[in-house]
């Protein structure tokens, strides 16, 4: 590992059936004003937002809402979360939901007590917040993300055509604490089920191929990417499989809490072709990862071929023998490609509405990344598209 870092990750995590009790022992630790954030009403259904609010009503909160805080959360959501947190004069943000919602909450953290206007010092500028930030509590019912133990948010702006995520250097933006009930993710429908494991896939994937070191963080992502290979494959077919879903949980929580990054570069390209997909069609961001990954990693092959090697080798458990480096880490790649095909995953652009004409706007919204095996040029940037059509 050659690679220096500092390494911190302040965010208290309960996890296992039940965990909803631990809110007992947060609460009291915040003033009396709760905004309760949450999404399109699937915790009215299940009955997790009836959980929440008598364990908010016993712990005494002064509770207000921010409700259908949508997947892909928008800044026009933003401006209508910060007028409600700041006339409530929030002490503590309790963000009920997926990916989004966890977002959300912190993109609002930073905004309540912000001069000026968020979208333009945090997604643009990529500033820090020099303002009070409001803390952040997370009850997680949808994996995938890692957003409950990190200090990433992505906004998406659709005036501008841009979905931009910025991972914020101050660690009081991380959830304090994070509830993780594996029992809360059972309600999800299939669809978003496999859409949240290529999501774990995909992080894993952008922190694994970089670098040419040893390294003790890869070592640790390829038992990451084999429980999630195991996991995924039960649950796929029997979803209401606790043993399965709770390890996925747990993965999604690793895969993403800033410990396999440290020491090494990441890359990060196919989370931007993705955003930038997600912002012309506001397509399930495990999906949009999914259509543009394969087309991406045959292109860069060639120039990280040790690591898809060792890809294909560690993970995939492909045999070396009487083959050049080239089969075995083309045949690592068509292994990843079946199992993706058999959770049922969008394999291309077109099933989720882009259409030719969107292709050189979609380029134009990808950010480049440094940290991978091959910085991308926009020539590169269209075929990539253009071959995940
Ligand atoms: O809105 P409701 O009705 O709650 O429905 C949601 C939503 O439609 C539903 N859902 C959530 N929990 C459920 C459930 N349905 C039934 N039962 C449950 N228990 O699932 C849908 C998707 O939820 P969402 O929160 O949008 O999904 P996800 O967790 O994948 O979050 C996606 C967002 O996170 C960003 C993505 O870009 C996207 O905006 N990301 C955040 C990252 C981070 N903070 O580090 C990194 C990721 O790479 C990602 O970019
Ligand atoms: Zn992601």
């Known amino acids: 590992m050659l690679g220096n870092f500092t390494y911190c990750n302040p965010t208290k995590l309960y996890f296992g059936k039940g965990a909803i009790k631990y809110l007992n022992d947060e609460l009291p630790k915040y003033g009396k004003k709760v905004v309760l954030i949450y999404g399109g009403g699937s915790i009215k259904k299940n009955g997790i937002y009836d959980e929440v609010i008598d364990i908010l009503k ?30 409530h004069g929030a002490d503590l943000l309790l963000a009920v939901g997926g990916g989004s919602v966890c977002d959300y909450a912190k993109a609002l953290a930073v905004s309540v007590h912000c001069e000026g206007d968020p979208w333009e010092k945090y997604y643009i500028r990529f500033e820090e917040p020099v303002c009070p930030v409001v803390p952040v509590g997370c009850v997680l019912t949808m994996v995938g993300t890692g957003s409950e133990m990190n200090a990433g948010s992505v906004i998406t702006n659709h005036a501008q055509k841009l979905k931009i995520g910025h991972v914020f250097a101050d660690e009081s933006i991380m959830p304090r604490f994070s509830v993780l009930d594996p029992v809360y993710t059972l309600t999800l429908p299939h669809y978003q089920m496999v859409a949240g494991i290529y999501d774990i896939f995909s992080h894993i994937c952008e922190q694994y191929f970089s670098g040419e070191d040893d390294n003790t963080s890869d070592y640790i992502s390829e038992g990451l990417f084999r429980s999630l290979l195991t996991s995924s494959r039960i649950a796929n077919t029997d979803m209401q499989n606790y043993e399965a879903r709770s390890n996925i949980m747990w993965t999604a929580t690793w895969a993403l809490n800033t410990l396999v990054s440290r020491g090494k570069t990441t890359d990060w390209m196919v989370h931007m072709l993705g955003q930038a997909v997600g912002a012309y069609t506001d397509a399930t961001h495990g999906m949009t990862l999914a ?11 060639p120039y990280g071929l040790k690591k898809f090697v060792r890809f294909a080798q560690n993970v995939w458990g492909v045999s070396p023998e009487g083959k050049s480096d080239e089969q075995i880490a083309c045949e690592g790649l068509a292994a990843m490609e079946s199992w993706m095909k058999e959770l049922g995953l969008v394999m291309n652009l077109t099933d989720l509405g882009v259409t030719a004409d969107m292709v050189e706007g979609i380029a134009d919204s990808t950010l480049v990344m440094q940290g991978g095996y091959k910085v991308l040029d ?4 269209v075929e990539i598209i253009k071959a995940s059509l």
């Open 291 to 301: 259509a543009v990954s394969m087309a991406y990693y045959r292109h860069i092959l």
């Open 378 to 381: 926009r020539a590169e940037i």
């Open 58 to 87: 016993s712990n005494g909160k002064d509770v207000a809402e921010i409700s259908g805080v949508m997947p892909n959360p928008t800044v026009v959501k933003l401006y209508e979360g910060m007028d409600i947190a700041r006339r």
